[in-house]
């Protein structure tokens, strides 16, 4: 039998877990989700977070503070630079985690945060495993760089594709990120649109999306948000018609009704996308999802199976009209199959055996 692991989980205090209703925030989901899927499997795990947060299973430890975003005082410091606010907030909690370590002796210290725990990490010879969420790019890759000289230090990508600028770091484990699938309910036959969603940024391709929809002769709705910048009004407003609806933000927890009436969801992304959530989310719903080959997504969708894969709008149109081809059943049980909530918790606890002796 596999010893008890003290495991110390911590995302962020920025809100609490989980997060408002309109906010949706995928590394908070993913270390929640983790955090009470290692509890259920026996290990001692503590979530630290705001003191505002419920979990069922691992035992939260709050040191007694409020979610940064819920403290009255610290409401005109998070309008002049939320960022140096989170900052300084999250590397306190992290200081008083490692700190705590002191007495607990965790088997493994998980931060998601990575900036907030490098310089902490080399103080203790305990594993500190950092879940990589972004594109490995910019700054970002610098600062990544940088934990080859921390021994301490091990990575988990949330895809093959995600290591690819720098793929000799000290990686560990590559964890699918998982769904909890009841969240997304199965319909068998979708009605007559398609779907696009994600943020209003040139990264997510929605106005890409649009034009595919107009060539191929189809309806289209579109969720997401913010639409007050100038992407949405320069690139997505003016091409709103009657059969492309732009429907707003939709809470999370509503998606799965968005995605599952839809034919397929569209998703030129002009990124290298490290995951992609909403590709795993469509397709628990039985919607095949038609998506540019960039970054993870030959790993997420199985082209001609689950979806098709192209390089371009002519490609994707075809796809449109070729798309019941897809047998919806069979988006769901990939999904099921890969990315669930357990396989991403049994990817964890592997990934945790693996660093301790």
Known sequence: ????LKVAIFCTNEW???PPQDVFYAPLWIA???AEGLAKKGHDVFYFGP???KLKHAKLVSFGTTAIKKDKKLEPFLLKSNELVVNFYEQKMISMIYQMHQKEKFDIIHIHPFRRCLPMAPFTNTPTVITIHDQIAGFNKLQLAETKEIPQVKL???SRAQRKPLPNLNYTATVYNGIDINKFKYREKPEDYFVTAGRFVPEKGIDIAIDIAKKAGVKLKIAGGPDTG???KKKIKPKLSKNIEYVGMIDYLKMGDFYSKAKALIAPIQWEEPFGLFFTEAMACGTPVIAYKRGSVPEVIKDGKTGFIVNNISEAVESVHKIDQINRKD????VKSRFSIEQMVDGYEKAY???IP
Not at 1 to 4: D, T
Not at 331 to 334: E, L, S, Y
């Open 51 to 53: 003191k505002e947060s």
């Open 353 to 355: 055996f693996d660093l």
């Open 16 to 18: 609490p877990t989980l």
């Open 1 to 4: 039998m596999k010893k008890k």
């Open 230 to 232: 100038e992407y949405f």
């Open 331 to 334: 988006c769901r049980d990939w």
């Open 32 to 34: 929640y989700y983790t």
């Open 156 to 158: 988990i990508s949330i």
